[in-house]
């Protein structure tokens, strides 16, 4: 189950999206009347099925020409659709990102927040983490080319 | 006297692979120097299995040509279910071989260790030897539970559970995120897509995902789950086997990472699903008999680094039955 949570900011409507997206999502219900300036922030969507994938597409696409619109704080689960679907985005604005990192020594899995305009400086040479549970070092765990394939066309 | 276990291949790891594979399947492995060796070990008979590398599509034809100089592609002695070709090639930049009349079994051969995934194959190889490759407990040494879905709202309490069981298996919450949403797909399509009507023709092509129905008499779907330590096994089965084989192995090859997905109001599944599941780490085994039973069954290994889980050995297999 997805819920939003809203908020009016000068930037625009930020909703927060938290659950799984899967075929009961109704983003209209959801979301309401799409305002001029839409940030949709994914840090809490933790799972979205093939038939979440379609409802979003299609949700969003519908915005187009409507709505100003913008994600952040996109979770790996988010991620790994920007990086599979082509149009996932659906001609919105990316500001960042989580990053995945597990620690070399209590393979603890933790993630990194990193906005995009710094990946892009960063190519895919993301820097260590510290892990919050030992205190050695967490490394990105991912396939590099594979999660960050997605910064060629943002 | 035993079948045996035919290999063509240029790859050291590849002999280490098959030979493991056929020890555990109870088949006497041949190597074979071309593709002419294996084509007349076909026309001989009593062969059970036939490894085969592929390097690319040119490669391909070459064999295809040599089976059907010797034997015919469509012969009797020729049987996709007993074909597995070995690659390191994305699935995407297969569709030559998933087309062919020979396909089979996908084999991408990202060994850890040759032995150990030969082993773990030969349970693959071993099913396919039998009369139908149905049932987690042919493939996999560790007990099944079984759970009966009764109602398509279930979905989303089952593949919770799947992924708790995972948490509490060591699982990484990543990676049983990404089993539990693999279990998501193979449910749905056991609800949605198995189900046709006399004429061969998909009942529920339109109805959104979201519909509550009983799953009883042939609607009735059932999730098999076991993990021996290492590998996490799950099945779907439906009782309508009516897996559409070119159909399914288009969708697998499918790739949206350049060309724009398109949702067409038509069809209320999305069709990405079950080649995501290849591309995030599992193994996906189609065992179906036309008519009366279809099992998907996924499996994923175990492993602390995503990264590794991500790029693991794992196949693409399917055993059909007419
Ligand atoms: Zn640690």
Known sequence: MLNAAKETTDQGLVVRLSGTIEENVNFEQLIGTPPAKLIVNCKEVARINSVGVKAWIKYFQSLQGKSKLRFQECSTAIVEQINLISNFLCGGGLDSIYVPFTCVSCKSQLVGLFKIEDLKKMGMNVPELKCSKCGNKAVF??????YFGFLTRV | MSKSLVLYSNNPDDKIFAAEAAAVAHLNLE???????????LAAGEVGAVFCEIIDQAAFRKFEEAIQSRVGLFSDKVNGNHFHFLTDLDIEKTTFLLESPLFGNFVLRHYESPKADGQHYGRIVAASQTDRAFG?????????????????TQKQDAVDAVRNYLLAAK???????TVANAVDEILMNAMYDAPVDDLGKSIYQSTPRSTPMKLENKAAVQMEITYDGKYVAVSAIDLYGSV??????????KSYQREEFRVRATHQG?????????????????????GSRTEVTIMFRRLDMFREFKDQFRFLGTQFYF
């Not at chain 2, 699982?171 to 995120?177: E, V, Y």
């Not at chain 2, 559409?244 to 090859?253: V, Y």
């Open chain 1, 141 to 146: 765990d991912d396939i590099p080319e594979e």
């Open chain 2, 31 to 41: 190597v074979k120097s071309d593709f002419i060796g294996v084509a007349d070990a």
């Open chain 2, 136 to 152: 987690l407990e042919s493939i996999m040494k560790s007990k099944t539970q079984s759970v009966k879905l009764e109602w398509t």
């Open chain 2, 171 to 177: 699982f990484k919450a990543r990676m049983a995120t």
């Open chain 2, 244 to 253: 559409d084989k070119k159909k399914l192995l288009a969708h697998m090859a």
């Open chain 2, 270 to 290: 999305a069709g990405v699903g079950l080649g995501q599941v290849f591309r995030s780490g599992g193994s996906v085994l189609f065992s179906s008999e036309a």
